[in-house]
């Protein structure tokens, strides 16, 4: 199923990015398309951590609420930068991770260094060192609602 998935999402971004409807030039996509999933194949990277078809429904929830959390997070770093008295209060945390699988800790980390004012320095096992440019964004980590999103996003792929 993943094999087939990746073949076709592939083929789709092929011709997305060439644009062209010749038969001549849609039979070379299919053969680079076939190259492409014979290498991938041979690589072992069609697991469920390289294409990771079974998180696609929790998506649908996930990223539109990340973006929002990019969004908000941008306005406050931009108005902290923007301040005259630049009001930062750098700070490094621990943070456990609550996910199950090394994906959902990735997803989560990942997560946390998208949100403008945050990043992941540190993952070792379920621990996260992260370092936060103001206190306040430190606290918004430690109220844990991302890292219960991630989870419930992780979790859909056993549903």
């Known amino acids: 199923m993943r094999f087939l998935s990746l073949g076709i999402l592939l083929f789709a971004f092929w011709l997305l990015l060439s644009g062209h409807y010749q038969t001549l030039l849609i039979v070379l996509g299919l053969v680079s398309v076939g190259i492409c999933l014979y290498l991938a194949k041979r690589m072992q990277i069609t697991d469920y951590e390289g294409h990771p078809i079974h998180l696609a429904a929790g998506a649908i929830t996930y990223i539109p609420w990340l973006v929002l959390e990019i969004v908000k997070s941008t306005i406050d770093v931009t108005k902290i930068v923007l301040s005259p008295s630049l009001p930062i209060s750098p700070t490094m945390i621990k943070i456990i991770a609550t996910q199950k699988t090394h994906l959902g800790v990735n997803i989560y980390g990942n997560s946390i260094t998208l949100t403008p004012g945050t990043i992941t320095v540190e993952a070792q096992g379920q621990e996260l060192m992260v370092h936060a440019l103001t206190q306040a964004g430190a606290n918004d980590l430690k109220t844990g609602d991302m ?8 979790a859909e792929e056993t549903n």
């Open 147 to 154: 890292d219960r999103r991630a989870t419930a996003f992780e």
